[in-house]
């Protein structure tokens, strides 16, 4: 009695989706290397300090936004689980 798949076959399938999925990957990490991310022409990460002087009011910023975040995230898992 032949069954539906021989297990010859069976492995050829398995080989052939396994050397695809590692060409993919492959090609996406080639592309993901080769993106730019930041175009960074008016070096303005640089001179951030320059933009806005106030430190203590961009930390204290920060932190709302940071508390902000918190909140969303345990409204979140709360509603999840």
């Not at 695809?20 to 990957?25: F, P, S």
């Not at 290397?33 to 008016?42: E, G, L, T």
């Amino acid at each position: 009695m032949a069954t539906l798949l021989d297990t010859t076959w069976t492995n050829v399938i398995i080989l052939i989706c396994t050397i695809i999925g590692l060409l993919y990957g492959i090609i996406m990490t080639v592309l993901l290397k080769n993106s730019k991310v930041s175009d960074n022409k008016n070096n303005y990460y640089k001179d951030f300090s320059k933009v806005d002087p106030n430190v203590d009011q961009r930390i204290s910023l920060m932190i709302e936004v940071a508390g902000h975040v918190e909140r969303g995230a345990k409204a979140f898992l709360y509603a999840e689980y």
